[in-house]
């Protein structure tokens, strides 16, 4: 059973559109996040939601939006795409607000904009 | 400024050697935690092994270890008999709390070749 999951897994889009990536966690985790990896390898936090309020809201462009339906999903939807916005994208949950709570990662989300 | 530094862009080891894997950090915070994940070729982020700050002992995870040095700032992992399947990217990353909430921050990885 999978405990984070992402869809798609690979999405190409063109420039311009307006995109949905799912998440969902049935680990019973509290807080969920969104990461971006660049394509030097490079993660960065983008959101992150505890008990479906955003706690974290990283300096991304606001063409980026979270929403949770509740806590076992946190969906990431674009707007007017970019060529930027060109990256893995990574889900992730954690249990609580301990300081030692893993993250645990979705298998990742493969935009490509043209 | 950056706060965790990785800087072995790519690291060879020799199957069933062992291999350590530098990370150093930065922050004024003193409760924190360390964390390693790898990421082979499919992509997908693995925990391997966390380390807090007040932990007295190094972590242990099977092959996994920590070799935590809290006055030098460094927390490098170390891998005993390697695998060929441990060929993939290694990122360090630290925890630091932010409205509450566990934000990772990421080290710029290592790729760590296994040679048969």
């Known amino acids: 059973d999978t405990a984070v999951s992402q869809t798609p897994k690979y999405l190409v889009t063109q420039m311009g559109n307006d995109k949905s990536i799912k998440c969902e966690q049935n680990l019973g985790h509290d807080t969920m996040y969104w990461y971006k990896q660049d394509s030097k390898k490079f993660l960065k936090i983008m959101f992150s939601y505890n008990n479906k309020e955003l706690i974290i809201n990283e300096t991304v462009p606001n063409r980026f939006s979270p929403k949770s339906p509740d806590k076992a999903h946190l969906n990431l939807h674009i707007n007017s795409l970019e060529l930027g916005d060109s990256a893995v994208y990574f889900c992730a949950s954690s249990h609580g607000l301990a300081g030692g709570e893993t993250q645990y990662f979705g298998p990742g989300t493969r935009l490509l904009v043209l | 400024a950056q706060k965790i530094t990785q800087t072995q862009p790519g690291m060879f080891v020799q199957e069933k050697e062992a291999v350590t894997l530098d990370c150093t950090y930065d922050t004024s915070d003193p409760s924190y935690g360390l964390f390693w994940y790898k990421q082979p070729s499919s992509g997908e982020m693995i925990f391997l092994i966390y380390q807090g700050s007040y932990d007295q002992q190094n972590a242990t995870e099977g092959r996994y270890s920590l070799n935590f040095q809290k006055a030098r700032k460094s927390a490098n992992l170390v891998i005993s008999a390697s695998q060929l399947g441990d060929s993939a990217m290694y990122f360090c990353?630290?925890?630091?709390?932010?409205?509450?909430?566990?934000?990772?921050?990421f080290g710029t990885g290592t790729r760590l070749t296994v040679i048969p």
């Open positions: 990353a630290m925890r630091e709390e932010k409205g509450g909430a566990n934000n990772l921050f």
